[in-house]
C-alpha cells in the first residue's frame, strides 16, 4: 500500500482522514486502513466483542 502522491498532509489520527468522504485521499486512507484491518484478522490477533456480550 503506497501512500504516494497524497494531496493534503497526513492527518494526526485515521480517524480524521475517514471522516470526509468527499476528500480527495479519501480513498487512499480507506484502502489502507482495510488492508491493516485485513491483516489483523487474518492472523487471529484480535477478538471482536459485541456490546451485547458484556455484562456492563
Known sequence: MSARNLTS?????????????DHPDY???LL???????GLISLDTYE??????TNG
Open 32 to 38: 489502507s486502513y482495510n488492508k491493516e484491518r485485513d
Open 48 to 53: 471482536v466483542i459485541l456490546e451485547m456480550s
Open 9 to 21: 498532509p497526513c492527518p494526526r489520527f485515521l480517524w480524521q482522514a475517514l471522516k470526509d468522504k
Open 27 to 29: 480513498a487512499t486512507w
